[in-house]
Nanobody, 114 residues
Framework: QVQLVESGGELVQPGGSLRLSCAASGIIFSIHALGWSRQTPGKRRELVAG???????NYADSVKGRFTIFRDNAKSTVYLEMNNLKPEDTAVYYC????????WGQGTQVTVSS
């Protein structure tokens, strides 16, 4: 059974930082492309960052220079380091893994507010 479990979401003030983690089980982690997406009520889910099996990364324009995605294959975990957070970053953040099939976690809430 494949599981992706996110953690690290919380309430943070504007300008603050958070690190999200996503621990995977039930898949051969190293051969999957990974990503983080986010969603707010009434909006489409948005891809925030992706990392492939060669550790190449890509980011949404709205988070470039502020967010960093990285992976630790030994721990089967993908991370999203978020700096200089803004209120518009408030969302539920989901991690996902893809090779042939795609798997999603349940999400973790990030709220940026003073």
């Amino acid at each position: 059974q494949v599981q992706l479990v996110e953690s690290g979401g919380e309430l943070v003030q504007p300008g603050g930082s958070l690190r999200l983690s996503c621990a995977a089980s039930g898949i051969i982690f190293s051969i999957h492309a990974l990503g983080w997406s986010r969603q707010t009520p009434g909006k489409r889910r948005e891809l925030v960052a992706g990392i492939d099996t060669a550790h190449n990364t890509n980011y949404a324009d709205s988070v470039k220079g502020r967010f960093t995605i990285f992976r630790d294959n030994a721990k089967s975990t993908v991370y999203l380091e978020m700096n200089n957070l803004k209120p518009e970053d408030t969302a539920v953040y989901y991690c996902h893994a893809r090779r042939i099939n795609e798997f999603w976690g349940q999400g973790t809430q990030v709220t940026v507010s003073s």
